[in-house]
Structure formats: C-alpha cells, structure tokens
C-alpha cells in the first residue's frame, strides 16, 4: 500500500525558518526521484525542488532558489526541505511527490506529469 505523508508545516514570520519532511512508503523510494510542490489559493501548482533518487541531483525554482535546500535519507524513506528567509509569497500548501519512473533523472520536473505518487500536503503560512 502507497503512504506518501507530509508534515512539518506551520505559520512562521518573515524571515523565519521551517523543515518539511515526507516519509513515504510502498513505493520503493530509494529507487525513484522526489520533488516538492506547492500550491497558493486560487494559483496553479508549482514545482518548488527536485532531487533524484540518489541525490545526484538537486535543482531548484528560482523563486527559491538560495533560501531552499532539498535533501534526502534513502535509509529512512524520507524526504526533506529546509525553507530559510520564508517570505509571505512562501505561503502555500506544500505536497511532496515521487517520481513514476524508477531509476531516472530528470531534466524538467515542475509540471509535475512525471510523478505517480503525491501526498495531502502540509500548510506553510508566512505572516509579514
């Protein structure tokens, strides 16, 4: 059974500090890059970091590109993001997602149409 949780989100000021963390099960995680998305009301979903399944690579949205930093613990089956400088455009629900293809990097994620396995999502609000 395929268990994809997010959690670690919270309301946080400007400036501030949070660390998302996605534990995922069933889904052969070691095997299959993860990305991290967020969605603002009433805005389209947007891929905000990707990294592969060996953390041979990262890449990153511009928006947060400097302040994010995606990491992983194959060992754990756990996905993190740790978000530094959050600013009130951070503000969104974040949701982490695994990659359908095991095995394979990819060069363009932020569509998210290469991802079979998403979670809830775990609210980020940022208060200026």
């Known amino acids: 059974q395929v268990q994809v949780v997010e959690?670690?989100?919270?309301?946080?000021?400007?400036?501030?500090?949070?660390?998302?963390s996605c534990t995922a099960s069933g889904v052969n995680f070691d095997q299959r890059g993860m990305c991290w998305f967020r969605q603002a009301p009433g805005k389209e979903r947007e891929g905000v970091s990707y990294i592969s399944?060996?953390?041979?690579?990262?890449?990153?949205?511009?928006?947060v590109k400097?302040?994010?930093t995606i990491s992983r613990d194959n060992a754990k089956n756990?996905?993190?993001l740790v978000m530094n400088n959050l600013q009130p455009e951070d503000t969104a629900m974040y949701f982490c997602a695994a990659q359908r293809v095991r095995y394979s990097y990819?060069?363009?994620?932020?569509s998210g149409t290469e991802f079979a396995y998403w979670g809830q999502g775990t609210q980020v609000t940022v208060s200026s």
């Open 78 to 80: 756990t996905l993190y």
């Open 7 to 20: 959690s670690g989100g919270g309301l946080v000021q400007a400036g501030g500090s949070l660390r998302l």
């Open 53 to 63: 399944w060996n953390s041979g690579v990262t890449d990153y949205a511009d928006s």
């Open 106 to 110: 990819l060069t363009s994620w932020s």
């Open 66 to 68: 400097g302040r994010f």
